[in-house]
């Protein structure tokens, strides 16, 4: 079988596979979903208490050191807050050293459970994996296939397994995020808040944009992995028949022709990824300057529609958070695990 029957085999079950993740998740993820909840839940409280020092922060500078307004926080009954200003003064600070501590432990909770999560997945899907490849015929680990399956069982694991341990937790810091961000500066100033949060719907636009483009070139540079694993174990394989025959200026070309291929793809791969975080951090910064070219503008003006104090207005909007491009490789992973899987019947 040649290299473009293998092409073809793969296309035809990659084009057979649908929903890859959610697969993925209903079938491994479903008896350990309460490693999941339970790290979920701490990491939505641990970005929480994380927005909570500037927001404290920027409170007690307006009501204990500048006393131009009330010492007045969302989450605190107003029973709670004490008279003096160096009551609240100690408020503040118990408050932020609590914050810090909260964020620390849940933090510590969100990721032993996360990483329980991930890894006894990673684990089933790893050995039920390579239980189906082994019922597979013989004609499926020829020439290129053998690299494409090392490929599955090696990189778009471990692809995978990121995805489940880390951009999990950066999905839910993005939500948590977003929200707690726009309740701080909706909390501040609601017009200055609504020309701040312009950017997100731009940045959703440009990740959207991203996704569509770099999935392409994730796809190349998985069968150029494949390509270049099975280059060497061949040629790892025949060394004997490469030192009789003396072939070896003919492997040596080979696997230089491979090893480019997977370089030239890699770098497509990471040309498109710096141009994507960049970009959002440029949408976020742009954000932040028109915060402050507007917000400077009423203040000198008087023309402010609302309050503009020490709160963390310029805080908020730099901080909001960028997607990481994880899910992209977590994706294509998915698509290889459950192109093999499913293929015990159909092979044999």
Do not use: C
């Not at 609302?306 to 990481?324: C, F, I, K, Y």
């Amino acid at each position: 079988m040649g290299a473009a029957d293998d092409e073809s085999v793969f296309e035809e079950y990659r084009d057979r596979v649908d929903r890859p993740l959610a697969r993925l998740f209903r079938e491994y993820g479903t008896g350990e979903i309460h490693w999941l909840v339970g790290g979920m839940i701490a990491n939505v409280f641990a970005r929480a208490s994380s927005l909570l020092p500037p927001v404290v922060l920027g409170v007690a500078i307006d009501a204990v050191f500048l006393d131009r307004a009330g010492y007045d926080l969302l989450f605190l009954p107003d029973r709670f807050v004490p008279a003096g200003d160096a009551a609240q003064f100690w408020l503040s600070t118990g408050l932020i050293v609590g914050s810090f501590l909260a964020t620390a432990v849940l933090t510590w909770v969100y990721g032993i459970a996360a990483n329980n999560f991930a890894h006894r997945v990673m684990h089933a899907v790893r050995v039920d994996s390579f239980e189906k490849m082994q019922s597979l015929d013989m004609w499926f680990f020829d020439g290129k296939q053998t690299g494409e399956v090392m490929s599955i069982l090696n990189n778009d694991a471990t692809n995978l397994e990121r995805f489940l341990d880390n951009a999990l937790q950066n999905s839910v810091r993005l939500g948590v995020m977003v929200i707690g961000i726009a309740l701080v500066l909706f909390s501040t100033n609601a017009q200055l808040a609504s020309l701040t949060l312009v950017a997100v719907p731009v940045m959703v636009g440009f990740t959207w944009w991203f996704m569509r483009a770099v999935e392409p070139r994730y796809t190349s540079q998985r069968e150029s992995v494949g390509d270049l694993n099975t280059r060497l174990e061949n040629a790892l394989g025949g060394m004997q028949l490469i030192k009789t025959t003396g072939t070896e200026s003919y492997e040596s070309d080979r696997v230089r022709e491979a090893s480019f291929s997977y370089f030239r793809d890699t770098m497509a791969v990471l040309k498109l990824n710096y141009v994507y975080r960049p970009g959002m951090e440029l949408f976020a910064g742009l954000a932040f300057a028109t915060t402050f070219v507007v917000g400077g503008l009423w203040l000198t003006t008087g023309a402010a529609p609302g309050p503009l104090t020490g709160s963390p207005v310029g805080w908020a909007v730099r901080h909001v958070p960028v997607p990481h491009p994880t899910v992209h490789r977590a994706v294509g992973g998915g698509v290889e695990h459950r192109r093999l899987l499913p293929e015990r019947q159909s092979l044999q």
